[in-house]
Structures are given as structure tokens and as C-alpha cells.
């Protein structure tokens, strides 16, 4: 590789190109999260990341010395990500039970392989690496809260009958986090997840069945300007 290339990061020929600190960092973090996507968190590391980019791998560890520190802010990020357009689509819908079911629409859909794989290889490394482990748990709190936010609503407006919004807030994660192993090797018929995530959670909340299997009314709003939208495909 040339010295011109290296420094360009696969730069056209006979141009030089030398992208300054803050454009090669974002540089790194965008391909880092593009590999962790595809190839999982245990597969990112500087090599692959330099091979992406056309650079040297020693360029990349000059930027990012540590990969176990840039794994779990990849990590982090994108779960952030995913958190954001979700809560984004669900805040869309007035009624708890429309916006119960569609997070587990979200969360259950085609295609989503790729952040339920992230998650499970968040799990995976918190085995032996007490900061993800860290990171794992905040992010399993955020999303308990808002579960237990939108049945709180519920039952407050008699969508929902269930003592105790955060116990069985734990217990619809739990389970949304169980179909993430079942999604990512394609475990029975995906398209009967929504439904299997479905029927346990009206039957804990003393729901008609078939209510959150039911696509919720046109939203009154739009998704929150800026937020990622590659999780709202229809």
C-alpha cells in the first residue's frame, strides 16, 4: 500500500488527501460500527478495521491504542441508537397499549438481526469484561423503565391490569431479550415472533388475545427529527 493511499484512506491515485484528527476518528468509529453490525463485537479489531478504511493497521492503533476500549463504545453507541428509534416510534402512538404494541412489532420485526446480535455479543464479553457488563445492565435498566412507564399508563387508563409495572416490566424484556438468540439463527418461523412475544404478555397484563398482534392505528406524529430510521421498515 502506498503511502498516499495509507494516509487517504483508499484516496483516489495521485492525490493526497490527509483527513485531520476528528475526521479520522470519525472515520474509525463509523467503520467500527458497520463491522460490529456484520461481524460482531468479537470480530472487530484494528486489522479488519484498517483493511476497511485502506489503511495502515498501525494508523488505526495510533487513533484507537485500545480495541477492547472502542468495542464497548461501539457498543454503546449503537444500543444507543437503537434505543432512540424505538422510544422515538413508540412516543408517536397517545395509548399505552398501541405503543406496547409497537415496540413489540419493533423489536420482534424482519431485519433486525444484526442489533440483536449486538446485544447478545454485549452479553458475551460482560462474561469477562466488567465494563460491558456495566454497559449491558445500564441499558437493560433503560429499557425497563420505559416498559414500565407505558404499563403504568396502561393501567392508569384501564388498557391494562397488572400490580407491580417493574417486576413485569423485567419480565416483557426478559422476553424480548430471549427471541434476540432466537432472531439472529432464524429459530422456528420468524414470522409467528411477534405473536409467540405476544400471547405471554396479554395473558400477564388480562388482555383480550390477539390485542398487541393488532398493527396500532395510523400515530398522531412523526418520528422526532433526527432520529435513525433504519429500524422503522415496514
Known amino acids: 500500500m502506498s503511502k498516499k493511499t495509507a494516509e487517504g484512506g483508499g484516496a483516489t491515485a495521485g492525490v493526497r488527501r490527509r483527513l485531520s ?10 467503520t467500527a460500527q458497520q463491522l ?11 486489522r479488519n478495521i484498517a483493511a476497511k478504511l485502506g489503511v495502515t493497521h498501525a494508523l488505526v492503533v495510533h487513533y484507537e ?9 461501539v457498543y454503546q453507541d449503537l444500543l444507543q441508537t437503537e434505543f432512540m428509534t424505538v422510544t422515538s416510534q413508540v412516543a408517536r402512538y397517545p395509548r399505552a397499549v398501541h405503543k406496547l404494541s409497537e415496540l ?9 438481526e444484526d442489533y440483536a446480535g449486538v446485544w447478545l455479543d454485549g452479553w458475551s464479553l460482560g462474561r469477562r469484561h466488567p465494563e460491558t457488563a456495566h454497559a449491558v445492565r ?20 384501564g388498557d391494562f391490569d397488572v400490580p407491580g409495572a417493574d417486576s413485569c416490566a423485567w419480565e416483557i424484556i426478559a422476553l424480548l431479550d430471549g427471541f434476540n438468540a432466537h432472531t439472529i439463527v432464524g429459530y422456528r418461523d420468524p414470522g409467528q415472533y411477534r405473536e409467540r412475544i405476544s ?32 429500524q422503522e421498515e415496514q
Not at 21 to 30: F, G, Q, S
Not at 104 to 112: D, F, K, Q, V
Not at 205 to 214: A, C, D, F, K
Open 138 to 157: 445500564h441499558m437493560m435498566d433503560r429499557w425497563q423503565a420505559m416498559v414500565a412507564a407505558i404499563l403504568e399508563q396502561g393501567t392508569s387508563d
Open 199 to 230: 400471547a405471554p404478555i396479554e395473558a400477564r397484563l388480562n388482555m383480550t388475545p390477539g390485542t398487541l398482534t393488532e398493527d396500532p392505528p395510523p400515530p398522531l406524529q412523526k418520528p422526532v427529527d433526527g432520529s435513525p430510521q433504519q
Open 104 to 112: 413489540i412489532r419493533l423489536t420482534s420485526r424482519p431485519g433486525r
Open 36 to 46: 460490529a453490525l456484520t461481524d460482531g463485537l468479537q470480530n472487530l479489531t484494528h
Open 21 to 30: 484528527p476528528e475526521k479520522r476518528r470519525e472515520a474509525i468509529a463509523v
Open 65 to 73: 491504542p485500545s480495541i477492547e476500549s472502542l468495542r464497548l463504545r
